[in-house]
């Protein structure tokens, strides 16, 4: 039985050159969705927050308005992941310049109320930084600024009086405005973060 006869390597290159036109149209057509779902995302993380303290304050994000911060949620109880991610913050703070230092609000937010009391988280942050603020608040007030940045937190089961914390370990970086620039992993190094920090001043 005689074998098909091929294509033509004039047809095989026009089917190809077809092929190549119809990916670049799809291209064209989802790379602006895929970076509007981005931005659209971006947009979602933050927003407005009713918190306190550790002097027993109530604060909000428009106290901190004209101002960069810096936002970590953790708790005082956390045995390694906190004061290794906070410590970072520390660093970086400290390669900025003094002017530089002072348009940057450093925050941390417990995932902990419960236990994490103004006193506790007091001394907790005067550890890292003498500027780092901390912030509690009931139990409602917490759950809606973890959902407002899109943090998960939870605690570990079976762990007892003295449980831990699950939860997710990132630096947030909010605008003057209170809208959000950017986010870095904890394990980011501190020369980065102050690099980002420089650039969104």
Do not use: W
């Amino acid at each position: 039985m005689a074998k098909p006869a091929s294509p033509p390597p004039r047809r095989i290159a026009t089917a190809l050159a077809g092929l190549a036109a119809v990916l670049i149209l799809a291209a064209i057509a989802i790379v602006p969705r895929l970076m509007q779902m981005n931005e659209t995302s971006a947009a979602t993380i933050g927003g407005p927050f009713t918190l306190i303290d550790t002097t027993g304050k109530t604060v909000t994000d428009a106290d901190y308005r004209g101002k960069l911060m810096l936002i970590y949620f953790g708790y005082t109880f956390c045995p390694d992941v906190c004061p290794t991610s906070l410590g970072t913050m520390a660093q970086a703070l400290d390669q900025l310049t003094p002017a530089e230092r002072a348009q940057v609000v450093p925050i941390f937010i417990t995932v902990d109320p419960e236990r994490d009391s103004f006193d506790q988280l007091a001394q907790y942050v005067g550890n890292f930084a003498p500027d780092l603020i901390g912030l509690t608040g009931s139990r409602e007030q917490i759950n809606a600024v973890e959902t407002e940045y899109h943090v998960y937190a939870r605690k570990a089961e079976g762990s007892g009086p003295n449980y831990t914390m699950d939860h997710s370990s990132i630096f947030y970086l909010m605008g003057r405005d209170g809208q959000f620039v950017g986010h870095y992993a904890s394990g980011a190094a501190p020369k980065d973060l102050a690099a980002g920090l420089r650039k969104a001043l």
